[in-house]
């Protein structure tokens, strides 16, 4: 199946700071990579969706200006929480979906923040 | 807005026995429909992917679809322990395959 790799697998920063966690897919092009954020024992939630070469769309509540999105190719996409607090300390995992657009989504492994 | 809704867990079954687990959706609309498996602490795993109605095997599980009640299962028949984790159903929009998580059931097999 195909691949999807997210860097770094654990971060934690102190608060105020910026953390960048990438996530690319290996062995095909990304047309639409996902976001999410998943607090402890509850299910995923989708914060934006990106589309190589275009603005990402975020979901209703998640700040732009804060969780900053980059899909500069169609392997990589990037997301940057900005001016980081202990609130968003959480299990962040991008998705992928191929040129076939049935919907299935190919996950990274997820990145842990801990913000301090 | 899609909503997915899954029974409430946890769910705790002997090894050996089926795990069933049971998902509603919203939009009738909906197109394709999939079941992830959680570990903790882990991203989600697709195992499983469904698109038309009636039932659809691999392995120990099945899947089945009924669109018109709008609602999708998974069985796990000789449940072991390691299919121990949470399990989310996933469905895509009528109009865009952006998917709807459901909140998830967490299974229990016990040995």
């Known amino acids: 199946g195909a691949v999807v790799s997210q860097h770094p697998s654990r971060v934690i920063c102190k608060s105020g700071t910026s953390v960048k966690i990438e996530c690319r897919s290996l062995?095909?092009?990304?047309?639409?990579m996902f976001w999410y954020r998943q607090f402890p024992k509850q299910s995923l939630m989708l914060m934006a969706t990106?589309?190589?070469?275009?603005?990402?769309?975020?979901e209703q509540g998640v700040e732009k200006d804060k969780f900053l999105i980059n899909h500069a190719s169609l392997t990589l996409s990037t997301l940057t929480v900005t001016s980081a607090h202990p609130e968003d300390s959480s299990f962040y995992i991008c998705?992928?979906?191929?040129?076939?657009?049935?919907?299935?989504?190919?996950f990274g492994e997820g990145s842990r923040l801990t913000v301090l | 807005q899609k909503e997915v809704e899954q029974n409430s867990g946890p769910l705790s079954v002997p090894e050996g026995a089926i795990a069933s687990l049971n998902c509603t959706y919203s939009?009738?609309?909906?197109?394709?429909f999939f079941w992830y498996r959680q570990y903790s602490g882990k991203s989600p795993e697709l195992i499983m992917s469904?698109?038309?109605?009636g039932d659809k095997e691999d392995g120990r599980l099945t899947a089945q679809l009924n669109k018109a009640s709008q609602y999708v299962s998974l069985l796990i028949r000789d449940s072991q322990p390691s299919d121990s984790a949470t399990y989310l159903c996933?469905?895509?929009?009528?109009?865009?395959?952006?998917?709807?998580f459901g909140a998830g059931t967490t299974v229990t097999v016990r040995a």
């Open positions: 990106s589309n190589e070469g275009s603005k990402a769309t975020y």
């Open positions: 062995d095909f092009q990304a047309t639409t």
């Open positions: 996933a469905v895509t929009g009528s109009n865009d395959y952006k998917l709807s």
């Open positions: 469904i698109y038309s109605n």
């Open positions: 939009d009738r609309g909906s197109q394709s």
């Open positions: 998705s992928a979906t191929d040129r076939r657009n049935t919907g299935e989504l190919f």
